[in-house]
């Protein structure tokens, strides 16, 4: 934790720093507290750290979270709607019981001895009722969210439901679980909220990045979205390998340069592989591949095709055939100076 004392302000009140150096200062710190003591300090330090706080934002992807950014955006001086560069939606599937005595005795919601249960109940329809008036509007209220943020590079799609050792932290989600008293669906599956992203990707070509941190059973939509040019997949569950549909979605991004793909852990060992064979891009520079079986021959005829790779990471990846001293001494003939990570 960083802390800002009026020896610091002395410090720079010697000189005339420019404003701009000010928002560097800013942006280099490492959280948002230290952020927001770098704003105490003084007026000028406020006024510069505000958009800095902007930067980097995570919502809840609900209709009442989403509505709730677009005021503080529309209260908050006009620097700071230009300063968002990366957008993070933390998507959850609550579910749907319009019965109280039901909902009584689902096993997803949340006891509270403070809270009577009448209360919580009429919160939680209300909520359904607003996510379901949303769901019928289509990509409104999230194409309204990138119109707000013209400067934004990169989004991830990210789900409540991660299924990692540290826990789910947000106040809005918290805050939300306490009110309505019933958790989201285990499964942490984002297809939905992907298939919209994708459909406003033509009207906002300045996203060039996109993360999907949730789990993947098919791949929304054919269609090309040359904008992207870095591309994160993580959590794509074994059992939809069967068919065409994630390599086809993998080929409709044509100009990456950076991509990770990372298997959903779990499953039959036969189902965590992806035919490399059907994937390339011209402007391929760097490839991470996680969790997964794959072929020598198919690992190699990868590296092989795509000529303007530099690095190739390898995490958790199991041969089916060959062997890794092989495969070092046939990539190394192919191409020397690629940098290969093997972990």
């Keep these: 934790m960083v802390h800002f004392t009026c020896s610091y302000y002395s410090a720079f009140k010697m000189i005339i720093i420019p404003q701009e ?17 770098f704003r105490l300090s003084c007026r000028l330090f406020a006024m510069t750290g505000f958009p800095v706080l902007f930067q980097n934002v995570a919502i809840l992807d609900t209709t009442e979270h989403i509505s709730r950014f677009l ?14 560069r990366h957008l993070t939606l933390q998507h959850g599937t609550w579910p749907i019981i319009w019965s109280y005595k039901t909902w009584l005795q689902h096993c997803l919601r949340v006891r509270r001895g403070h809270k009577s249960d009448e209360l919580a109940f009429s919160h939680y329809m209300q909520f359904i009722i607003q996510e379901h008036h949303r769901n019928s509007l289509g990509n409104m209220h999230l194409e309204q969210l990138l119109q707000a943020l013209p400067r934004l590079k990169s989004i991830t ?26 958790l989201p669906c285990w499964e942490n599956v984002v297809i939905q909220p992907l298939s919209g992203i994708l459909t406003l990707l033509d009207a906002f070509p300045q996203i060039r990045q996109l993360s999907v941190h949730g789990s993947l059973t098919a791949a929304p939509g054919t269609k090309q979205y040359p904008s992207i040019l870095h591309l994160e997949v993580k959590s794509i569950l074994g059992h939809c390998k069967n068919s065409d549909e994630i ?18 852990t779990g499953g039959r060992l036969d189902e965590m592989t992806i035919r490399l064979n059907r994937l ?12 997964m ?38 990539y190394k003939r192919l191409r020397s100076s690629l940098y290969v990570q093997a972990m």
């Design 21 to 37: 150096l000010l928002i560097l200062v800013a942006d280099f710190l490492p959280t948002t507290a230290d952020v927001c003591n």
């Design 71 to 84: 005021s503080t955006l529309c209260n908050a001086p006009c620097k700071s709607l230009s300063a968002t």
């Design 157 to 182: 799609l990210s789900h409540v439901n991660k299924w990692s050792w540290k826990p789910f932290n947000s106040l809005h989600y918290s805050e939300l679980i306490s009110r309505i008293c019933t």
């Design 247 to 264: 390599e086809t979605f993998f080929s409709s991004f044509p100009n990456l340069t950076t991509v990770l793909i990372s298997m959903e």
């Design 280 to 291: 390339y891009w011209p402007n391929l520079h760097t490839c991470t591949l996680v969790n």
């Design 293 to 330: 079986l794959i072929e020598e021959d198919d690992l190699v005829s990868f590296i092989h095709r795509h000529s303007s790779l530099r690095s190739i990471s390898l995490d958790r990846i199991t041969l089916t055939s060959g062997s890794w001293d092989s495969f070092s001494c046939r």
